[in-house]
């Protein structure tokens, strides 16, 4: 049995992906309980900022942590909103340039439909793994994520910037010609960005490691129901997806306390 306060899974590229739970004992290689059954039992609570057992209430935060540390300004969901490189603060400074302040991508991924997006250099392919894209394209690359964000608000026009989390579950997406979409996407960039912009359209694919998916979807809230047992099937994005057409959002359940248990 494990114990431990949940935060995303730790992903690893390779094919197909490989992911890690930390758990207060070590990390749990969770490909290797793919055709377990998996006992998930909620413990309670502990944001993930101070460490108090508070009840969680966004990001795996409590709710005045949420509004008062850095890691969930407004600028990480809406990068146009960056103002470190004019040397002001959102909520602080120092942190806001060492996150603001490196170079930021601009991309196209596709999970269920083709969206826009925006991510640090250092988190690729992490971010496209997360969002549980299959395919994945870079757009540009500038100095800070305010040029990101400005690009990112340019293609909102043209293209989404959220994902169908059932469909992607489903594994359902729609046909792409990427060299299209790459040339679209780039005719569609302020003239300031042209600098940044890549000039031949370099595809990454992934594989996730899954047996079957679910043909309809049923999300668990650990915070309704409090035990949960089922055999797990498959990993896609931060979801684990089980037999019975259950899937988990280990993301959005971050900072709630839990047992597991693997049987055969």
């Given at each position: 049995m494990f114990k431990g306060t949940l935060k995303k899974m730790i992903t690893e590229l390779n094919s197909p992906i490989h992911y890690f739970l930390e758990m207060e004992s070590g990390y749990v290689h969770v490909n290797q309980c793919i055709g377990k059954h998996i006992t998930l039992s909620h413990?309670?609570?502990?944001?993930?900022?101070?460490?108090?057992?508070?009840?969680?209430?966004r990001q795996g935060f409590c709710k005045s942590c949420f509004f008062e540390t850095p890691v969930a300004g407004d600028w990480i969901m809406r990068p146009e909103l960056s103002k470190a490189h004019l040397g002001e603060a959102d909520r602080d400074l120092e942190y806001e340039k060492k996150m603001q302040l490196q170079p930021h991508i601009l991309y196209l991924a596709l999970s269920s439909h083709l969206k826009v997006?925006?991510?640090?250099?250092s988190q690729v392919p992490t971010r496209w793994i997360d969002q549980g894209?299959?395919?994945?394209?870079?757009?540009?690359?500038?100095?800070?994520r305010y040029l990101a964000g400005v690009g990112e608000v340019a293609l909102k026009e043209h293209f989404s910037d959220k994902t169908n989390w059932r469909k992607m579950l489903q594994n359902e997406s729609e046909p792409i010609v990427w060299e299209e979409a790459f040339h679209k996407a780039l005719d569609q960039l302020p003239k300031d960005l042209k600098p940044y912009m890549k000039t031949t359209a370099a595809l990454e694919k992934?594989?996730?490691p899954v047996q079957s998916y679910p043909t309809k979807v049923a999300?668990?809230?650990?915070?309704?129901?409090?035990l949960y047992e089922g055999k797990l099937m498959g990993i896609r994005g931060q979801y684990l997806l089980f037999e019975d057409q259950t899937v988990f959002n280990v993301r959005s359940n971050e900072g709630q306390r839990v047992k597991l248990r693997f049987q055969s």
């Open positions: 413990i309670g609570s502990q944001c993930l900022n101070c460490s108090q057992e508070l009840p969680i209430f997006g925006v991510t640090r250099k894209a299959h395919e994945a394209l870079v757009l540009l690359e500038v100095p800070n992934f594989e996730f999300s668990l809230n650990l915070t309704k129901t409090l």
